[in-house]
């Protein structure tokens, strides 16, 4: 095995394609390809892991609509699916044609995690199909069976999850501080994988990227359901997608809530993991810098567009007597936040860290607006949601998946011009790095 896996990195070491031109380059191309493989991912993975419990939790409350949602979302995977394969397929081959000497390193690095991740994968879509396709006979008379089936199908999507994002957060931090240089043409032992795998940033990720396919997702369902409801033509389909509406704003603000906290615990790893001011862009005056005041500001759009959301579908209360708190904690949520994306002169008022004082007053903020819509929502009546509402619910859709997209491209390009952090052998830019950039 030993043997071919060599013969293997030896002839992806010697295909060169970066004679092949395209609009923007390479590095543009295998990037945008890779988004485009992301947006699907990213849902898919959070539509395994909701729908079954959307599912499990519509059979113990005896909600029909639940069980319709979640057959929705399984059914969007189903379709999709596809797609973000070919996607992935096409960036992998990308990989071996543009980058082969880091992409044979890393197959072989990581080897016995790989193999494992692809069986994961296909678990996952064992899973996904037999929960599908088995639904209108396991539902109904085989109900836990079923939702076996869906746990499944969400739990291995999940350990594939973690894998790659090991493998993509080694590349970013190169392992920490104290790690070993990559060997490259033997296969690693399954203990070096997992210590590659155990980086500074991986943990934190794995919450950080588990909450937010979870959270931009159900913003996604939310505008899916808003422009659905435009479609619908029945009371009963109108009521179901004003539903539906009201559980992807619920799910996708709750999530959101945990974001920055996850994040910070990011930066936090990093400040002794190495690699801090490289990732947050410290300076000012970096690609990385700009792109992360991109999503700051991405990220306060969410959080207000998320409490205007909640105050408008708070309407649909008989009373609407849980308005007025959320307009309020919504109106503090607007101020802090629109104050911690402020020039540095003001948001560092009167100390440096104010502006992350301010971002901790909007999420507390947005939490009891949230608590607010959630402790109304057994009562409200749905079909007649307002056009700004929708309106809202669009947009949110549009900018959440907007923020976790560039979100992984600003992560990717604190790295550049290494492809593996602080390893400059497997560089793949000709441009110097910036001052201080490797440990």
Same mark, same amino acid.
């Given at each position: 095995?030993?043997?071919?896996?060599?013969?293997?990195?030896?002839?992806?070491?010697?295909?060169?394609?970066?004679? %092949?031109?395209?609009?923007?380059?390479?590095?543009?191309?295998?990037?945008?390809?890779?988004?485009?493989?992301?947006?699907?991912?990213?849902?898919?993975?959070?539509?395994?892991?909701?729908?079954?419990?959307?599912?499990? =939790?519509g059979a113990?409350?005896?909600?029909?609509?639940?069980? @319709?949602?979640?057959?929705?979302?399984?059914?969007?995977?189903?379709?999709?699916?596809?797609?973000?394969?070919?996607f992935?397929?096409?960036?992998?081959?990308?990989?071996?044609?543009?980058?082969?000497?880091?992409? #044979?390193?890393?197959?072989?690095?990581?080897?016995?995690?790989?193999?494992?991740?692809?069986?994961?994968?296909?678990?996952?879509? =064992?899973?996904?199909?037999?929960?599908?396709?088995?639904?209108?006979? +396991?539902?109904?008379?085989?109900?836990?069976?079923?939702? +076996?089936?869906?746990?499944?199908?969400?739990?291995?999507? =999940?350990?594939?999850?973690?894998?790659?994002t090991?493998?993509?957060?080694? !590349?970013?931090?190169?392992?920490?501080?104290?790690?070993?240089?990559?060997?490259?043409?033997?296969?690693?032992?399954?203990?070096?994988?997992?210590?590659?795998?155990?980086?500074?940033?991986?943990?934190?990720?794995?919450?950080?990227r588990?909450? #937010?396919?979870?959270?931009?997702?159900?913003f996604?369902?939310?505008?899916?359901?808003?422009?659905?409801?435009?479609?619908?033509?029945?009371?009963?389909?109108?009521?179901?997608?004003?539903?539906?509406?009201?559980?992807?704003?619920? =799910?996708?603000?709750?999530?959101l809530?945990?974001?920055?906290?996850?994040?910070?615990?990011?930066?936090?790893?990093?400040?002794?993991?190495?690699?801090?001011?490289?990732?947050?862009?410290?300076?000012?005056?970096?690609?990385?810098?700009?792109?992360?005041?991109?999503?700051?500001?991405?990220?306060?759009?969410?959080?207000?567009?998320?409490?205007?959301? !909640?105050y408008?579908?708070?309407?649909?209360?008989?009373? @609407?007597?849980?308005?007025?708190? %959320?307009?309020?904690?919504?109106?503090?949520?607007?101020?802090?936040?629109?104050?911690?994306?402020?020039?540095?002169?003001?948001?560092n008022?009167?100390?440096?860290? !104010?502006?992350?004082?301010?971002?901790?007053?909007?999420?507390?903020?947005?939490?009891?607006?949230?608590?607010?819509?959630? @402790?109304?929502?057994?009562?409200?009546?749905?079909?007649?949601?307002?056009?700004?509402?929708?309106?809202?619910?669009?947009?949110?859709?549009?900018?959440?998946?907007?923020?976790?997209?560039?979100?992984?491209?600003?992560?990717?390009?604190?790295?550049?011009?290494?492809?593996?952090?602080?390893?400059?052998?497997?560089?793949?830019?000709?441009?110097?790095?910036?001052?201080?950039?490797?440990?």
């Amino acid at each position: 095995m030993s043997s071919v896996i060599t013969s293997t990195n030896l002839l992806l070491a010697q295909i060169d394609l970066s004679n %092949i031109g395209f609009p923007g380059g390479t590095r543009a191309f295998t990037g945008l390809t890779m988004i485009v493989h992301m947006f699907f991912a990213e849902l898919f993975v959070g539509f395994a892991i909701a729908a079954p419990v959307l599912q499990a =939790w519509g059979a113990r409350t005896g909600s029909p609509r639940m069980d @319709r949602l979640a057959h929705s979302m399984v059914r969007f995977n189903v379709l999709t699916f596809s797609s973000g394969a070919t996607f992935a397929v096409l960036f992998l081959v990308l990989l071996v044609g543009f980058y082969p000497r880091v992409t #044979a390193v890393l197959f072989t690095h990581f080897f016995y995690l790989i193999v494992i991740a692809m069986a994961s994968m296909f678990l996952t879509i =064992w899973g996904m199909y037999s929960y599908y396709y088995k639904w209108d006979r +396991f539902s109904v008379l085989k109900k836990r069976r079923h939702a +076996f089936l869906g746990f499944t199908m969400g739990a291995f999507i =999940w350990v594939w999850m973690v894998i790659m994002t090991g493998i993509d957060t080694y !590349m970013t931090t190169g392992g920490g501080p104290n790690a070993e240089p990559i060997n490259s043409g033997t296969i690693s032992s399954f203990g070096a994988s997992l210590s590659g795998l155990f980086n500074p940033m991986f943990v934190e990720m794995i919450l950080h990227r588990t909450f #937010a396919n979870l959270s931009w997702p159900a913003f996604a369902l939310a505008a899916w359901a808003a422009f659905m409801y435009i479609r619908s033509k029945t009371e009963a389909d109108k009521a179901f997608y004003d539903w539906s509406t009201s559980v992807g704003l619920t =799910w996708g603000t709750g999530f959101l809530l945990v974001q920055p906290i996850s994040g910070f615990l990011i930066a936090y790893a990093l400040q002794s993991g190495g690699g801090y001011s490289r990732l947050v862009g410290e300076g000012g005056n970096t690609t990385t810098s700009t792109l992360l005041y991109t999503n700051l500001i991405m990220v306060v759009l969410l959080f207000v567009l998320s409490n205007v959301a !909640m105050y408008i579908g708070a309407g649909r209360h008989p009373d @609407r007597a849980n308005r007025r708190p %959320i307009q309020l904690f919504g109106l503090i949520a607007a101020v802090a936040g629109l104050y911690s994306i402020a020039p540095a002169a003001i948001a560092n008022f009167p100390f440096f860290h !104010m502006r992350y004082v301010m971002i901790l007053v909007m999420i507390l903020a947005t939490a009891g607006a949230f608590l607010t819509y959630v @402790r109304g929502r057994m009562r409200f009546r749905y079909g007649s949601p307002g056009a700004s509402y929708r309106v809202v619910l669009l947009a949110l859709g549009v900018i959440a998946a907007a923020t976790a997209l560039n979100m992984g491209f600003m992560k990717s390009n604190s790295r550049v011009p290494d492809a593996i952090y602080n390893q400059p052998e497997f560089s793949v830019e000709a441009e110097p790095p910036p001052e201080g950039f490797r440990n």
